[in-house]
């Protein structure tokens, strides 16, 4: 076979492939979807759990797999693995700063109160400032390595006053337990089952830090597929209408879920608040970019960027 003959067919195995997802949607669904969570994806946990999707996509075969945090399911979505997911807010501007192909589509409204900086109940660490020549674990590229970043700010500090030790929850807190490290930035569920248990103390919630905002991404195909997109919106936002209004079910299944004690459920849930999922708002839109500018200034990340880049349209007006 000729060089050129071999570009060829080369050129049309990728122009297939490419097709795939539209022939799939010929009749106006996918035959297949992929959505990638997490422990703190209340909506989409719940989902799964309702079986919303599958009612309302009948024919499509949805797959869920869930991730550790929002860096891992973030690559996977840049690899193919998921077509759809949701993050806190730093994963994105890793991601985005590392030149994966995630486009924002949605988001919740902020929860200003769902993450902390902890540490033991007899720790000398009295106050932000404390925070001085400590190790603190944290998972990199997540919602907590901003809360972290914020929080030594706060402090009057620099970046390189503390040590930052990159580990992913599970892991984090075994290193806290063992004393390996000082403190421990986390978002819940992780926040409300050390809190429940009373093993550790915040330092610092991030009211006032950091609005914690969720955000939904998406694979470029299926970030143009507004019906979809729209469908998704809605079978979330319908989900959390659900979950409020039984709220007793909605705790029992995500603890089922999560394997978390009914308390720790509740005490994660009362600091939610109402969350539809829709399109971005502007307000939200440029708070994403003081992320990522505040990660570039620190240069946390490999480049300064810029969010709208990554953002599908409509934004809706603030």
Do not use: C
């Not at 050129?11 to 422990?39: C, D, H, M, N, Y």
């Not at 860096?71 to 077509?83: C, D, F, K």
């Not at 290193?175 to 050390?194: H, I, K, L």
């Not at 009362?270 to 999922?277: D, I, K």
């Amino acid at each position: 076979m000729s060089t050129q003959t071999t570009r060829r067919a080369a050129v049309a195995i990728l122009a297939t492939t490419a097709s795939l997802w539209t022939r799939a949607q010929a009749p106006g669904q996918p035959q297949q979807l992929r959505i990638g969570f997490q422990k703190g994806s209340y909506n989409l946990a719940l989902l799964k759990s309702y079986g919303l999707l599958e009612q309302r996509l009948p024919g499509t075969r949805i797959q869920w797999t869930e991730f550790p945090a929002g860096p891992q399911l973030l690559e996977a979505l840049a690899l193919g693995s998921v077509e759809f997911g949701a993050t806190g807010d730093a994963p994105p501007v890793f991601a985005q700063a590392a030149g994966k192909d995630v486009v924002y589509v949605g988001a919740e409204p902020p929860k200003p109160d769902s993450s902390a900086v902890l540490v033991k109940p007899d720790s000398p660490l009295k106050s932000l400032p404390d925070l001085k020549g400590r190790r603190i674990a944290l998972q990199k590229g997540s919602s907590a390595h901003f809360l972290a970043v914020r929080a030594v700010k706060k402090a009057g500090l620099n970046w390189n006053d503390i040590q930052a030790v990159y580990l992913p929850p599970a892991d984090a807190r075994a290193a806290f337990e063992r004393g390996s490290v000082d403190a421990w930035a986390v978002w819940d569920p992780y926040y409300a089952a050390a809190e429940v248990s009373g093993e550790l103390r915040a330092l610092a919630t991030s009211r006032g830090l950091t609005s914690n905002n969720t955000f939904y991404l998406a694979s470029r195909p299926l970030s143009r597929d507004t019906a979809l997109l729209n469908a998704l919106f809605k079978a979330l936002t319908d989900t959390d209408a659900r979950a409020r209004a039984d709220r007793r079910d909605a705790v029992q299944r995500y603890a089922d879920f999560a394997g978390l004690p009914l308390a720790t459920v509740y005490k994660m849930v009362e600091r939610r608040g109402v969350a539809p999922v829709a399109p971005l708002t502007a307000d939200i839109a440029r708070e994403q970019q003081l992320v990522a500018d505040a990660f570039a200034e620190l240069g946390l990340i490999p480049r300064p960027i810029r969010v709208a880049d990554a953002i599908a349209t409509p934004i809706q007006k603030a």
